[in-house]
């Protein structure tokens, strides 16, 4: 009779006691849980993550940065911060991704005290969207100007043109050039992207952008529906898109590179871009561009990482993955650089100019400058929709994972009312980016789009990443992160990595952080300076994100019960339901603290160690004492 009594009392006892709820929710959070959905092929995340990190940046930011700071020379410190701050932080973000299989919101169960730091970083990657897509609107506006028989960009005389346009086209003669008096004269590619693709003309500055360009306007919606049809199943859809979004840029990059250094002149750019001044490391400003390039080209704080990382199964070598990734995009960004200077030193030969007065960063390169170069080409239509294809293709991977990272993070927070609705919710997210967009297609537009540029992803994003990586491994404690990293990959980081994340990358983070503040600009495009408040705009927009960390922290410790100290502990420890998302990737401390789980044991050693709420802590222990019992009137 005692064990008849003995096993009736173990079956009901402990799903009820170890969930909130009944045991049909529970199996409703493991199978959500289950059909979170994976990438579906081996080659997707890495691809994904090659795609994401590899972008526009790397066409028209790395080039001129390395030529600005030292040639050759700005190898040694590009290096180097990859190493120290790149590398490391770069396999923080997917470690946390994979491990727990949630987006930068709800992976905040880690430490739900710094769960603000997930709002920050969806703000931030929100408002980067929005521009983003902008620039690939403008990309598809050229490389549908790029299939006419001759380049629109490439006379003077046409409507939008003014009597300082001048075709800046070099009459050779014997052995060289003659030199053209380039002074007070505007070049056609120049005035084609100002005055007919901008129309800025048409505005007085950044308090009246003036009308929308239906152009631009229908060039973004076919932009965003892109995007849109490209994410619409999720990493399902975007996990093969990418086979070809992320490898196609490179052969196209490939033929740019032996068109360019085939092309007379060529010596002259390749020369300038690497020439080694080693006086430049001398220079506090090389090492923090550097660091700048590295920090900003690997999409490190985006979320994006973190959300593609979740889709992985638990035991992919991400390991590996970080070393190719990082290490493929510096390669990628020197390959690009020999690509764009080769054709830069052909124009400073057919000019008879210097080459610094062709080299531009940013979209005057893509826009105007490489615009201008592929007009001087035979065939110029043709390179020019290579150039262009290769832009559109590297823009779009960066968006995939941008919409991706905030569609992942809300239905991570609501799994029950919106996973099985993510394509609607894909929809409505692209919908509304798009009218967010609709003040970029006006005529001084692209005044919004510097300002956001400027500020959405600055200061703010270092708070982001800075307080990440302190929360990971100051908070929940580098020794437990290590320990994870253990049960995914089968091995612990070495001294390499924690080193840097425990010293190197938080204090280089915080010296770029302190940098910026001091070094601060006054945003401007070309020779118009933003009003008073614009620039406060731009400053509260950067601030909001930080500001959103302290607000999450309060939260967190309004929900608590105790004093304060009390409530700061409660907050700051994993939450009851921190690991692994499916109980078979569960073990040691993890084992069986899922709801749902038959064993209150494991669940008691976790919160031993931890702590947690008393009312759960006595329950597991009466239901511990309990099942003691049990067994004992059973023998």
């Known amino acids: 009779m005692k064990k008849l009594q003995g096993a009736h009392l173990r079956k009901p006892i402990t799903p009820d006691l170890l969930t909130p709820s009944d045991q049909g929710d529970a199996d409703l959070d493991v199978d959500l849980a289950a059909d979170r959905g994976t990438w579906t092929g081996r080659l997707d995340f890495l691809l994904s993550c090659i795609g994401y990190c590899v972008g526009l940046g790397n066409v028209w930011r790395f080039p001129y940065r390395a030529y600005t700071n030292g040639g050759g020379a700005f190898l040694v410190p590009y290096f180097l911060m990859l190493a120290v701050c790149g590398i490391p932080l770069f396999f923080l973000e997917l ?78 003669g014997g052995n060289g050039a003659l030199a053209l008096n380039l002074s007070g004269t505007v070049s056609p590619s120049e005035e084609y992207w100002s005055r007919y693709v901008l129309h800025i003309q048409g505005s007085r500055g950044i308090g009246s952008p003036g009308r929308i360009r239906w152009n631009l306007c229908l060039c973004l919606l076919l932009a965003w529906l892109i995007v849109f049809l490209c994410i619409l199943k999720g990493v399902k859809s975007s996990g093969k898109v990418v086979y070809f979004t992320a490898t196609f840029p490179y052969l196209i990059l490939l033929m740019l590179l032996v068109r360019g250094v085939t092309l007379p002149g060529a010596w002259k750019g390749v020369q300038f871009y690497l020439m080694p001044q080693f006086h430049h ?8 561009e550097a660091a700048l390039q590295i920090f900003y080209s690997l999409g490190v704080g985006f979320g994006g990482l973190l959300t593609f990382a979740s889709y992985n199964t638990f035991h992919q070598n991400i390991y590996r993955d970080t070393f190719i990734v990082t290490l493929g995009n510096a390669v990628t960004s020197i390959l690009a650089g020999f690509a764009i200077f080769s054709v830069l030193g052909y124009m400073s030969q057919e000019l008879g100019v210097p080459v610094d007065q062709v080299a531009k960063a940013g979209p005057g390169l893509a826009f105007v400058v490489y615009p201008q170069a592929m007009a001087m080409l035979p065939l110029a239509p043709f390179w020019s929709f290579l150039f ?28 029950h009312y919106l996973r099985p609705r993510k394509a609607v919710l894909s929809g409505l997210v692209c919908v509304a980016m798009y009218l967010m967009g609709l003040v970029l297609t006006t005529d001084g537009g692209v005044y919004w789009l510097v300002l956001l540029d400027d500020y959405s992803a600055g200061s703010g994003l270092m708070v982001v990443v800075l307080t990440t ?167």
């Open 95 to 172: 470690s946390l991704g994979q491990f727990s299989s949630l987006g930068p919101l709800a992976v905040w169960k880690i430490s739900p005290l710094f769960k603000g730091a997930g709002a920050a970083m969806l703000l931030t990657v929100g408002l980067v969207a929005v521009y983003y897509n902008m620039i690939i609107a403008y990309v598809l506006f050229y490389l549908f100007a790029s299939l006419a028989r001759s380049l629109p960009w490439e006379h003077c005389g046409n409507w939008w043109n003014t009597g300082l346009c001048l075709e800046h086209r070099g009459s050779r």
């Open 281 to 288: 490391l001398l220079s506090s400003k090389v090492w923090v």
């Open 388 to 415: 262009f294809f290769m832009l559109l293709t590297l823009g779009l991977d960066s968006q995939f994972a941008f919409l991706e990272t905030i569609v992942t993070a809300v239905t991570d927070e609501f799994p």
């Open 469 to 635: 990586c302190l929360a990971v491994t100051r908070v929940y404690g580098v020794q437990r992160f290590c320990r994870d990293v253990h049960m995914m990959l089968g091995f612990q980081p070495g001294l390499y990595f924690r080193v840097c994340w425990l010293f190197l990358s938080p204090a280089t983070l915080l010296a770029l952080l302190v940098y910026s503040i001091v070094k601060y600009q006054p945003s401007q495009y070309g020779s118009y300076r933003f009003p008073a408040w614009a620039e406060l705009l731009g400053v509260l927009m950067g601030l909001l994100s930080c500001l959103l960390i302290p607000a999450g922290m309060l939260a967190a410790v309004l929900r608590e019960e105790g004093s304060l100290w009390e409530r700061l502990q409660q907050a700051s420890r994993p939450a009851m339901d921190w690991g692994p998302s499916l109980e078979e990737n569960r073990t040691g401390m993890y084992v069986a603290t899922l709801a749902g789980s038959q064993s209150p044991k494991p669940l008691m050693v976790h919160m031993r160690r931890y702590g947690g709420v008393t009312s759960f802590e006595n329950t597991a222990m009466e239901v511990d004492r309990e099942a003691a019992e049990e067994e004992e009137s059973m023998m």
